[in-house]
Each structure stands twice: as C-alpha cells, then as structure tokens.
C-alpha cells in the first residue's frame, strides 16, 4: 500500500491511515477474541495455505491442491479458499468477532483470488497499523522506533524478544512452497518426497503458525499496555 502523504495540496497536514482508521485500534477483549489469519502462497498466484487461530487453537487449512498428498502427510484438510473464509466471515458475524491479520494483505487476497470480502460488515483488524501507531507513540519497550523502521512483523518479534529461529527466514517462506510442489508433481506418494522437500513442507508449516501465534500476541500485548 502506497503512504499517505504528511500534507495536502494546499500544505495542510493530513491525518496519518493508521491513525484515524478504526481497524488500527481495539480493546483487549476484542483482540483476545479475534479469528487471526495469515496466507502463505506465491506471488502473483492464489494462497496455497492458510493459518488460522482463535482463542489460542490453531489450526491450518490447505488451499492448493497440488499440495493433497503434503496435505494428508501432516493431517491436514484441503479445503475450498472461498468456502473456508466465507465460513470465517460468517463466524465472525454470528458471534460479534473481528477478523485479525498483520496488515491489508490478507483481505486483499481474499477478495482478488476468492471473492471474499473480510472488510465488509465486519471489523477488520490491522494489527500492522495497530503496532506502528502503539511504536510512534513512545509506547512501546524502549520508547520511540529508530529512523527507517518499516515496522515488519519481523522487527515487533525482534522488539518483543519473539523472534523466529533464523532457518525460517522470511525471504525463505517462498522457497520453502516451491521446494514442495516440485515434489508434489514430481512424486506419486510422499513416501517418495526427498527429505530437503519434507523438511521444507515442515519448515513453511512452522513458519505459518508463528506468523499467526506472533501477530495474535502482538495485538494483545499492544491493548494490555497503552495501544
């Protein structure tokens, strides 16, 4: 998402997004009982996984179908994207929850790949922008944030001691899916997966829990202290 500029045309300032959005704020029971999300797929193509939690249960949901037989192999469900997040969308309705994600892209791919829209009647919350404006405030360990934070959930772990063992790198996140459904295709059972293709399978479905367990963490520490 593009920045909002600090000033208008005419050189008044402009109120900052994720100050005046209202999915940049919540309470504490609000954040404790949000349905948090988090997408793991390729660029420019569909989400292949997704991580799902809710009052501390997690649980993963396979949307890809090349991946069925890594699927089966860890006990998971493939399931329909659309039919899994309408579900959520119709949860989160029923029983007055918010859904949670670190930033916009989560909704964004919701909608462009599945037709979903987790905006509309239901407060989303954007824990990306919940974070930024709780760390510009001088709220956080330390007070202010240094010049040039980007304010990744990478530097909330880094800043909260929760940071994710090195091996499952973000950048690797990526490598990680491809390195599996080369497998996937090229094998007829799991059995027959290399073991550098297990492991990486293993690794994204670490990496996608912490993900979750680490934004649902972040929000409710921000509410539980000043944010």
Not at 68 to 95: F, H, I, P, W, Y
Not at 169 to 195: F, H, M, N, P
Request: charge should be neutral; charged fraction near 30%.
């Amino acid at each position: 998402m593009a920045q909002t500029p600090d000033h208008s045309s005419n050189g008044e300032p402009m109120p900052r997004i994720y100050r005046e959005s209202p999915s940049a704020f919540a309470t504490i029971q609000e954040a404790n009982r949000a349905i948090y999300i988090d997408f793991e797929g390729k660029t420019d193509e569909a989400p292949a996984l997704l991580g799902i939690m809710l009052e501390g249960q997690f649980w993963q949901e396979v949307l890809d179908p090349r991946l069925a037989m890594a699927a089966e192999a860890k006990q998971l469900r493939l399931r329909d994207g659309k039919e899994v997040l309408q579900e959520l969308r119709t949860r989160a309705l029923e029983e007055n929850r918010r859904i949670a994600a670190f930033g916009t892209s989560e909704a964004d791919k919701a909608k462009q790949y599945f037709g979903v829209e987790l905006e509309s009647g239901i407060s989303y919350l954007n824990v990306h922008w919940l974070g930024k404006r709780w760390w510009l405030d001088g709220l956080a360990p330390g007070g202010r944030p240094p010049r040039g934070q980007r304010f990744s959930l990478e530097e909330f772990e880094k800043l909260l001691g929760t940071e994710k063992p090195k091996h499952l790198g973000r950048q690797k996140a990526t490598k990680k899916l491809q390195s599996i459904l080369e497998q996937c295709d090229k094998k007829a059972c799991y059995a027959d997966v290399s073991r550098s293709g297990k492991r990486s399978w293993t690794n994204l479905l670490t990496y996608n829990r912490l993900d979750v367990e680490h934004t649902a963490s972040l929000a409710q520490h921000i509410v539980s202290n000043g944010g």
